[in-house]
Structures are given as C-alpha cells and as structure tokens.
C-alpha cells in the first residue's frame, strides 16, 4: 500500500516528464529526420552546413567561449575571496548570488538595453562628463556582455562550492613544508577545483551557445546567432523539419557536454550548490 501511495504520487511529476520533456524531444527528432513528405532524410542535419549556419553556428561558438572565458577569470578569484572571507552560513552567499536570478530574464535583458542604448544611462553620465560615447550596442560585445552578466552565477557556484570543499589543513601543511604560495595554487587548490571548473564551464558554454534571446534584444538583430537561425526557422519560416535538424545539432553539443562533466566530476561534486 506505502509503495503504491510513493508511485501515485510520483504520478503528476511522470505525466509532466512525458508530456512537456519526452515527447517534445520524440517530435524534434522526428521533424530533424524527415522531410515534408515524411520521408527520412538527413537533409536536415546537413543544414548546418550552409553559408547562413555555418556561419551562426561559428559566432555562437566564438561568443560561447569569450563569454565562457570571461565568466571563469571573473569567478575564480572571487569565489577565492568568498573562501577566504571565513563565512559562517555559506548558504546565505548561495542566495545572495542567485538572488538577481530570482528576476524575469527578460526584464534583466532589456533593462541592459536601456543602460547600453545610444542615449541610455551610460552615455548620459559619460557626456555629463565631457566624454564620448559608447557605441556598443547592437554589437557582439554587448550580447558576450549580456550573457556575461547572466550566466556568471553559473560558474561562480561550481568553482566555490569546490573551494570549500579544500582543506585548511591541507594548505597549512604545504606552507610548513615549505611551498609557497603559486605551488599550493597550481599544486593543491587548483587540481582539487578542477571539477568545479568543468562543471562551471559547461554551465555557462552549453546555454551561452544554445542562446537566441540575448543577442534578439542587445544585438537588435544584427548578431545572428545559431539560436536565432533556429527561432527564424520555427516562428517565421515555419521551416520545422529544417530548424528540428539544427537544434538535434546543438543536441549534440549538449550530450557530449554532460558526457564530458561525468568525466571530470563523477561523484558530481562541482555541481552540487549546497
């Protein structure tokens, strides 16, 4: 009876799995496999292959991995100050860093926007001050920008979860043995963190790449991303079979992400938050 109340009462998380994540996924591989008359073909697939694709799909993986980069040299010391600043209740930092994430995305986004425009907040203060402006947005830097402010927390909680995890013991025996500082870093602090930093940085490339919304509003349009080729495909062109393809691709991308993060992280201690 226990048993069969426990498997009820999984029942609406089941029906929510099949309906809005398995069979979703069964469609889109379906679509990315045939053609309008249902017949297979990898037409699809080779898509990615073409001038507009081709050259998307090479953008996004540029701004992937600047934003990437970005995100891993701004969270690694800081996540190294948040260690060091011997914090009773690490919980409270967790939410203090998720907390800007708690607001619609979208709004984030725009709100960007309006601070990048021509005669946003950031041009008004630097003319206020004698100075020129900034032309950024509507240019790649203003969508690694965007992504950059909303992804950070992604790779900053992986690599500080795993900072934590390093012992102060550990660190003061190397200094009585005499290594210093670079060696304990390069040595101890940096291998025992290396989970966090795979983790860290899957969170941030795979969305990063996969993004379309981000480059839409601070790219306006002009920054064609590979998400953006699959957006067009769907809402404009109503091209399903072909826009099914380039995002079983991106599928790819994603599978052999998390293939990589068991790799390096198998008892998944650069993914845990708490």
């Not at 249902?38 to 081709?54: M, V």
């Not at 800081?78 to 607001?103: G, H």
Request: charged share 10%; hydrophobic share 55%; proline share 3%.
């Amino acid at each position: 009876m226990r048993k069969f109340r426990q498997q009820f009462l999984a029942g609406p998380y089941l029906v929510w799995i099949i309906g809005f994540i398995l069979l979703p996924l069964a469609m889109i591989i379906y679509y990315a496999f045939t053609g309008s008359d249902g017949s297979f073909t990898l037409a699809n697939l080779a898509a990615i292959a073409e001038d507009s694709s081709r050259s998307a799909m090479g953008l996004s993986l540029e701004l992937g991995l600047v934003c990437t980069l970005i995100c891993l040299l701004l969270s690694y010391p800081l996540a190294m100050i948040l260690n060091n600043m011997n914090i009773k209740n690490q919980s409270l930092v967790v939410f203090i860093f998720m907390l800007p994430m708690w607001m619609n995305f979208m709004l984030r986004i725009l709100a960007w926007k309006l601070l990048l425009s021509k005669n946003g907040v950031f041009n008004t203060i630097l003319t206020g001050l004698g100075l020129g402006r900034i032309n950024i947005i509507n240019t790649p830097a203003a969508v690694v920008l965007g992504m950059v402010y909303d992804f950070l927390p992604f790779m900053l909680l992986p690599i500080y979860n795993s900072l934590t995890r390093v012992r102060k013991d550990w660190i003061e025996a190397a200094r009585d043995l005499g290594a210093g500082s670079l060696t304990i870093f390069f040595k101890i602090i940096l291998p025992l963190t290396m989970s966090g930093i795979i983790s860290g940085i899957v969170m941030v490339f795979v969305p990063s790449l996969t993004s379309f919304a981000i480059s839409q509003v601070l790219g306006g349009g002009k920054v064609l991303l590979i998400g953006n080729v699959i957006e067009q495909d769907f809402m404009q062109g109503m091209q399903w079979h072909v826009g099914s393809g380039l995002s079983f691709v991106l599928m790819i991308f994603v599978i052999a992400s998390m293939a990589l993060v068991n790799q390096f992280d198998k008892e998944g201690e650069g993914t845990t938050l708490w």
